[in-house]
């Protein structure tokens, strides 16, 4: 018994270690995702809107607003999605940086490459 003391008392311990948070959490508000959800309290979505350009091509334009007095680099991505709300995978966009100053309003805009998107989602993350 005495040798098993101290293995179930490390195993206790690293139990204790583990945590219940996941990667990936995001705050989610209508159109914007954040992914880190103490980041998504410092961010405010102001607008977003939507037009159909010539040729079927979806224009999305969001601005947010950063609540802090600080600076901060973001990064964000458009998922642009069909009628049905399943992701258009051929539209996919990359991480873009972003520098948002203390307490400013940014807008952030894109137009979907492929036509046929009916909505879209912005994705921030620190």
């Not at 139990?15 to 992914?35: I, K, Y």
């Not at 607008?47 to 007095?69: C, S």
């Not at 399943?86 to 979907?112: D, F, M, N, Q, Y």
Request: hydrophobic share 45%.
């Amino acid at each position: 018994m005495t040798r098993l003391l101290p293995v179930l008392l490390a195993a206790a311990l690293c139990a204790g270690c583990l945590s219940s948070s996941t990667a990936g959490v995001s705050a989610e508000r209508g159109r914007l995702s954040v992914e880190d959800p103490a980041f998504a309290s410092r961010i405010e979505l102001v607008q977003d809107q939507t037009v159909v350009l010539d040729g079927g091509f979806l224009k999305a334009q969001v601005t947010i607003r950063h609540r802090e007095r600080h600076d901060a680099t973001v990064q964000y991505r458009f998922t642009w999605k069909d009628k049905d709300g399943l992701t258009l995978k051929s539209a996919a966009t990359v991480w873009t940086p972003l520098l948002l100053h203390g307490r400013e309003e940014a807008v952030i805009e894109a137009v979907c490459p492929v036509p046929g998107a009916a909505d879209f989602r912005l994705a921030l993350r620190p």
